[in-house]
Nanobody
């Protein structure tokens, strides 16, 4: 079992930056990728980014490419989502999860979802 906990969400103004963290504990899946998703009220869960276990390969959705960066620490216990130049449409609950599939953007192929962290972008 893997336990994932997201943190770092808060209210920010448009154009600001913030970093989300996804801390993992429990069983280690050395061949799994970790992904970030978000879900706004009334909308489906949307893929944002994913990173390989090794950290040397990433994939992003078109909506965040060039603004968001996914990374992981050397101990491979935490995955980060650096969010720059945020926009009002980035407002959502952000979730992380793991998958044995590379590359996939499908939420149904991810497991052990965290509880989410709220990001609100407004002036």
């Amino acid at each position: 079992q893997v336990h994932l906990v997201e943190s770092g969400g808060r209210w920010v103004q448009p154009g600001s930056s913030l970093r989300l963290s996804c801390a993992s504990s429990g069983r280690t899946f050395s061949n799994y990728a970790t992904g970030w998703f978000r879900q706004a009220p009334g909308k489906e869960r949307e893929f944002i980014a994913t990173i390989k276990w090794s950290g040397d390969n990433t994939d992003y959705s078109d909506s965040v490419t060039g603004r968001f960066t996914i990374s992981r620490n050397n101990a491979k216990t935490t995955v980060y989502l650096q969010m720059n130049n945020v926009k009002s449409e980035d407002t959502a609950v952000y979730y992380c999860a793991v998958t044995p599939v590379w590359i996939t953007q499908r939420p149904t192929e991810y497991y052990f979802w965290g509880q989410g962290t709220q990001v609100t972008v407004s002036s």
